[in-house]
């Protein structure tokens, strides 16, 4: 059984940092883009950043662009975002999310992933 648990969120002040994390489990790791999702209250389930399989791309949501990085530790079947920079705006629950192709080069959308994690919340006070 896949399972993906995302840690590292909690209640910060605009201008600081958080790191999320999330620990997949049940299925191969390396091998399978990652993203990483965010949801805020009345809205749609918006698309921040992928990583592929081999970590040397990624790819950002313009909102986030030179402020969030995502990158992953296959050893650790980890992959994590640091987030910088935090905003208001940047409140939501985050969540990971794997694709269950193998080394596809699709890892920009919803619809390119499979499995997901249940999120954390991130809370950005101003």
């Known amino acids: 059984q896949v399972q993906l648990v995302e840690s590292g969120g909690g209640l910060v002040q605009a201008g600081g940092s958080l790191r999320l994390s999330c620990a997949v489990s049940g299925r191969t790791f390396s091998m399978h883009a990652m993203g990483w999702f965010r949801q805020a209250p009345g809205k749609e389930r918006e698309f921040i950043a992928g990583?592929?399989?081999?970590?040397?791309?990624?790819v950002y949501a313009d909102s986030v662009k030179g402020r969030f990085t995502i990158s992953r530790d296959d050893a650790k079947n980890t992959v994590y975002l640091q987030m910088n920079s935090l905003k208001p705006e940047d409140t939501a629950v985050y969540y990971c999310?794997?694709?269950?192709?193998?080394?596809?080069?699709?890892?920009?959308?919803?619809?390119?992933?499979?499995?997901w994690g249940l999120g954390t919340q991130v809370t950005v006070s101003s």
């Open positions: 999310a794997q694709d269950a192709s193998y080394y596809s080069s699709r890892y920009d959308s919803e619809k390119d992933y499979d499995y």
């Open positions: 990583i592929r399989a081999s970590g040397l791309s990624r």
